[in-house]
């Protein structure tokens, strides 16, 4: 039920949840003794709603985690990432690019060289957070996990250097 909601583009949807709330008001008025009840069931499908929404990733399209593979889509563009092509891995929290409503913030995201590309800056996003450290964990023999986690936990800028290939170092000079 929620996946065929999720597939409703988003001005429809709100349509969708507008006529809901003239139904809810009509229904509360036409039986007044199952108003708490009515509002309630509807209170609960919106709070369904928004918790489906906010899992859904803001900075990118979509992100598929499998085999050894990362096919990361933003901004209309598919980079496909070899984790074992990756030479170095490195957790970045710096100030965003462009500033949000509130102002500036500090994004998280992966910053990855490997053999095929010179830099790719993967997103970091709750949906795919687990797979990737997975991943990461799985393909990367020397993954540092602690300071991927002092990244994650960090509130501040910094960068945190979880991977690097053996002789990437003479690379990277």
Not at 57 to 81: D, L, R, T
Not at 90 to 100: G, H, I, K, S, Y
Not at 132 to 141: G, M, P
Request: aromatic share 10%.
């Amino acid at each position: 039920m929620l996946s065929r909601i999720r597939r409703i583009r988003e001005p429809y949807r709100m349509i969708l949840i507008g006529l809901s709330t003239i139904v809810v008001l009509i229904a509360g008025k036409t039986w007044p003794n199952l108003s708490y009840a009515i509002w309630a069931a509807f209170l609960a499908v919106m709070v369904v709603l928004l918790y489906t929404d906010l899992q859904e990733p803001v900075n990118y399209e979509s992100m598929h985690i499998s085999a050894g593979i990362v096919e990361y889509v933003a901004a209309g563009q598919k980079k496909v990432i070899r984790l074992r092509e990756i030479s170095k891995l490195e957790f970045v929290r710096e100030e965003a690019l462009f500033p949000d409503l509130d102002g500036t913030y500090i994004e998280s995201k992966w910053r990855i060289q490997s053999d095929s590309h010179p830099w790719i800056d993967v997103m970091d996003e709750r949906p795919h957070r687990k797979q990737l450290l997975q991943a990461f964990r799985e393909h990367l023999s020397h993954f540092d996990e602690e300071a991927a986690r002092a990244g994650l936990k960090a509130r501040g800028e910094g960068k945190w250097l979880c991977y690097q290939a053996q002789g990437a170092c003479e690379r990277d000079a």
